[in-house]
């Protein structure tokens, strides 16, 4: 029964993963580029999927006493495409879209430097390629591709002369390049991926008052008026470890380590792109982080399989901000359907533990208690 059965056990499993980091207190991020795709059978695989995240965790301490009590994180969706063609026996490649980075918070009051609301998304488009031969009793994957980054950021700030209004872009291009080694029979699988970083200059445009951005110009103080911005900052290389292995008939035992260099991601800058002045700055200086996550599948038979995992996703603040440890249960069911098709769904729960900014003057820093974030996971896959 390791056959079928088992492929579908480890469907579940994926659908229990991308739950696994839902939370993202390991930086800004969010999903991952579904490349386990390219391990598929048959000619052309599709899937499509998406994850939705509620997190939830209330404000002890804020530089603006308004804001103790209130909760100013958002809740988001993940997005997941996929498809995968076969060129030959030996050769295959995959189209791959989600969204790995993001953020967004709206408080209740302003904060110390006037911000209301801010949010950002990294949107990914990628191709990723594989050459398998074969290997002892298995396959051996040979993994390369590239893929490029849509940056979107926006932030509304208040001020005595009106508001200020940060929209930011930018695209940039990376890569991908990996291992992997499968035995089918026995639904053993390993596979190490590097992801490499990026670094942004992403340009656009600040709008607000005369008097706030550019008194010089004797224009009336509460005239909005645009001002080219760049915003600069880092996004994280990541190493990721997968394994898997049937551990008896119709049961599955899966485990991911994921290392993140955070620790590039110091500040983002945002300056005016005419004379390099600093208009803000966010400090981070984080630590690299790691992601680790276990669990068990299980076939109940070849139609219906199932899967539980537990996730440790280790904050990587340092006193500057609120980004914590986080506890992730998480478990996934996978459906095959008499048109030949596979849905799976998954539920997940995180426990996020408090946080406290120490960087700061005691009046400036924040700090917020334990929380928890609810998730829920649904994808459907076809291939022929």
Not at 136 to 144: A, E
């Amino acid at each position: 029964m390791y056959g079928n059965a088992l492929k579908s056990a480890l469907g579940a499993g994926i659908a229990a993963l991308v739950l696994g980091g839902a939370a993202h207190a390991n930086g800004f991020a969010r999903g991952t580029a579904d490349t386990d795709i390219l391990y598929e059978e048959g000619g052309f695989t599709f899937r499509s999927g998406m994850t939705f995240v509620n997190p939830s965790r209330e404000y002890t301490k804020h530089g603006n006493p308004a804001n103790v009590g209130t909760d100013a994180f958002q809740d988001y969706v993940i997005p997941s495409i996929a498809f995968k063609l076969d060129v030959s026996d030996a050769f295959r490649c995959a189209g791959t879209y989600t969204t790995p980075y993001g953020g967004a918070v709206k408080y209740a009051a302003p904060t110390l430097s006037g911000k209301t609301e801010e949010d950002f998304v990294i949107h990914e488009i990628a191709a990723t390629c594989a050459v398998k031969f074969s290997a002892g009793k298995g396959n051996v994957y040979l993994l390369g591709g590239v893929y490029q980054e849509e940056f979107d950021y926006n932030r509304f700030n208040v001020s005595p002369l009106g508001g200020l209004q940060l929209d930011l872009r930018g695209t940039e291009m990376g890569y991908r390049l990996g291992v992997g080694y499968d035995i089918p029979d026995i639904a053993l699988r390993a596979q190490l991926l590097y992801r490499s970083g990026t670094d942004y200059g992403a340009s656009g445009t600040l709008t607000g008052p005369a008097g706030v951005l550019a008194p010089q110009l004797g224009l009336p103080a509460t005239m909005q008026i645009p001002v080219r911005a760049i915003g600069i900052g880092h996004l994280p290389q990541t190493v990721e470890a997968k394994f898997q292995s049937g551990i008896a008939p119709g049961w599955l035992a899966f485990a991911n380590i994921k290392w993140s260099n955070w620790s590039v991601q110091d500040s983002l800058d945002v300056r005016s792109a005419v004379t390099g002045q600093l208009i803000s700055r966010d400090i981070y200086n984080w630590d690299d982080g790691w992601t680790i996550t276990a669990g068990i599948g299980h076939a109940f038979n070849d139609v219906v399989s199932g899967a539980v995992s537990l996730t440790w996703d280790q904050g990587v603040g340092t006193g500057w901000d609120l980004q914590s440890d986080v506890w992730t249960l998480a478990s996934g069911v996978s459906v095959k359907d008499t048109l030949g098709g596979e849905l799976r769904a998954g539920v997940g729960v995180s426990y996020l533990t408090s946080a406290e900014e120490t960087q700061y003057a005691p009046a400036v820093n924040s700090a917020v208690d334990d929380g928890w974030s609810y998730a829920g996971s649904i994808s459907y896959r076809v291939k022929w």
